[in-house]
């Protein structure tokens, strides 16, 4: 699976997750996943998390994979995902 | 770092050199300094004993024992278990601990725990030989918090035990009405059960003649395929419980009375507290008395 084809399955995962009420117009890989992006409350970061590994067939490392920082943005969990089928 | 967080291991030590449970009698007695460090949550609590139908006397007694409740139980576990073991043994009591046995034996378990009465459960279960159910650390913010969930489900998801407040901060799952004011049951613990499984013990503690009595009830029904009814199903299962409870051990409510994790405090309040809280520290610090003394040397 390429970089752009996860990139795009992350963000399809991620809006139907936010629906589209919450789902900005402009959405791109610098999206944050919380405040002034998708603004998802940690319930629904979770739903993405898991249906993420469901998608790509991973398993995350709660300490390692799941910060702040690659949870913060599209982008950045998109990252984790191609380093986590990698590795 | 707040002048309380300062203050806290120097008390500890201190009170842990003296007697149980004169230790905890003296942490009790300085529940009235908390008004002047929290004058909100004094009104709070006055407004809040004043809604309870249960109480005995007047609600300034009632409002008097939630704050020696909330100063006891600040450092609570750390007294409670120093000693030698069969004296911290005989202040613990566990009821229901088998079901919590049974569960875990099973498999996935969520013991449900509130922020009533001393905050001690997972170690008195420990301590009286039941399983340990693993608590992650309270964390702020979508982000940490969702790490923190998704932790618990893979502990759940290998079959472990594991404790979470149904009444912290996250998603509002639903409302339980209790006199005073309702209790906001969050959504983190709710979700966890319906992806994982896990049987839901709702597990309440309470202190009782210098004993603290963890009461491990029953399951929460199985999940309901419907998300609404689940929650409703939920939401009765635990109404009863909580409200005896509130009826039987009202000053150990003080999350409720004080509305820890419920609306936010009026602006005016909040700055009133820190006023109070500037005081002590500056108190503390003696810049009060050296400022007063320089100014009685200047004048003299």
Redesign the interface.
Known sequence: MTADAILSETLAILSRIAASIRTPADVGPATP??DGGFW????E???V??ACEERFGVV?D??MD???ET??TVENLAAVIRAKKAG | MSLLARLRPHTVRLLQKAPWPLNEHLLAACGPVYWFLHPHSFRRSLEWAACQPSRRGPAWRLALALAGHCARYYPYGALLFTGEVPAVRRRLVVEGGERLEQAAARGATIALVFHLGPQVAASVLEHCGYPKPMFIGTREGALQWAGGLYQMRRLLMNGETVGISADGLGREAFRIPLPGAPMIVRAGWWVLRRSTGATTLPVLERRERSRVVVTVHPPLPAPDPDPGRDLEACRQALTPILMDYQRRFPAQCFSLAFSFFGSERPSTRRSVAAAWRRIGSRVLRGELRRAFVGRARVSS
Do not use: N, Y
């Open positions: 996943l919380t998802l409350d940690s319930v970061i979770l739903e998390v898991v995350f709660a300490e799941l910060t702040t949870l913060k």
